[in-house]
Each structure stands twice: as C-alpha cells, then as structure tokens.
C-alpha cells in the first residue's frame, strides 16, 4: 500500500527479449546508484571534518569503484554497459582513471596509492630496538576526483535511463494488452524468501519464487 492508501497488485512480465533487456539494462543501473550513494557519502564527509564516515571515505571511494566498473568488466551474465551506452569524450579520463584505481589498487595492491613498509622503531636515547612495524601509506582519491568520477555516474546513468525508457513502454504496452485479471489470479508476482544466514554463500542470498526464466537468464 502506497503512504496516500492507494493499493497495488504486482504481476510477472511475459518472457521476452525485450524483458530480459529491461532486466539487463535495469541491473546495470542498481550498480550505477549504489557508486553514486557510495560517493554523495563520501562527498558528505569531505564537506563536514566533523562527520561520522570520515574514517569510510576511503572505503566508500572503493566501493562506489567496484559498482561503477561491475557495469563494464567482462562478465558471463550480463553485456558490457558500454555496449549500449558511450562514454561522453568529457568524461573520458575519469572513467579510465577510475578502471585504473579500481584494477591497481582496490582489486590488487599494485599501486604506490597504497604503500606498506618494513619501519623499525628505536629508543631515541639508547637507540635500542623497541618493535618492527609495517604501516600501510594510503592516498585517498583527491576530492576533485571524487567530483568528477560522481559526475560522471550521473550522466551515464541518465543516458542509460534513456536506453532503459522505451523498453519499459513497450513492456507497458504489451503488459496492458495482456489478461491483467488471469495473471493477478494466477499468483504470478515476485515473491522473494530471504534465507537463513547458514544458507548464505557467495552465489546465494535470496530465493526468487518467479519464473524460471528469470532465475536463469544469463547464465
């Protein structure tokens, strides 16, 4: 039920190619709003030395990385993005800088980002051996980075939604063309049974009562 008390029945759209290309396209855009959450959180306490996520920024960073480059690093289930979408010549340099951090540094530590070193520590009167440590040297991504890689989320997010559009009104159109009362009858609606936590693996946190075909496209 809606907050304004209006009520909603959910059906299953048909199988179709243009369904699993709405399915598709749509997934590539969750990954595009979470690096953009992760960034506006990121930004948020760059803004504010008093913020809570201050010790997350670099993390934060990282994570909206990893979202952004999901979209368009090869993949067995889903197309590149960027078949589909072109990187405007703008935002050219920050999408490669943003694969080059992602790749050297958050997904393997080949970066001078990220330096650890072998430092010992001496009394400095007797300059006795006290401890052997390793501190690791980080070096975050600079805020006008941040800025840019944020702008850069939002334009090809609003270029995908203009490939994600029409798709979604043809689905509407064939949905309304469809027998609604059979299929709300039917019981046909996504139905989602979170598992216990000793169910949960890699591969697995939901059951999906749906069709099988959504259960498997892709794979």
Request: net charge negative; glycine share 2%; proline share 5%.
């Amino acid at each position: 039920m809606s907050p304004d008390g209006q009520r909603f029945e959910f059906v299953m759209v048909a199988d179709s190619d243009d369904a699993r290309l709405f399915i598709e396209l749509s997934s590539h855009a969750a990954d595009l709003v979470e690096a953009r959450d992760a960034l506006e959180l990121a930004l948020r306490s760059m803004s504010d030395p008093d913020s809570p996520l201050q010790d997350a920024e670099r993390s934060l960073v990282a994570n909206a990385a990893m979202a952004y480059c999901r979209t368009f690093f090869p993949s067995k289930v889903r197309r590149p993005m960027t078949d589909f979408v072109e990187i405007p010549q703008a935002f050219f340099a920050t999408h490669e800088l943003v694969a080059a951090f992602r790749n050297r540094t958050i997904a393997h530590s080949q970066s001078d980002l990220s330096v650890t070193y072998a430092v010992g520590v001496l009394d400095a009167e007797t300059l006795e051996v006290r401890d052997v440590m390793a501190p690791t040297f980080l070096n975050p991504m600079p805020l006008e980075q941040v800025r840019n890689f944020i702008d850069l989320v939002d334009t090809v997010e609003g270029r995908l939604d203009e490939v994600i559009e029409p798709i979604r009104m043809r689905l509407m159109e064939r949905l309304a063309d469809a027998d609604l009362a059979a299929l709300v009858k039917d019981g046909t609606r996504p139905m989602v049974r979170v598992l216990l936590a000793a169910e949960f693996n890699s591969r697995v946190g939901y059951s999906c009562e749906c069709p099988h075909w959504v259960d498997s496209w892709g794979a």
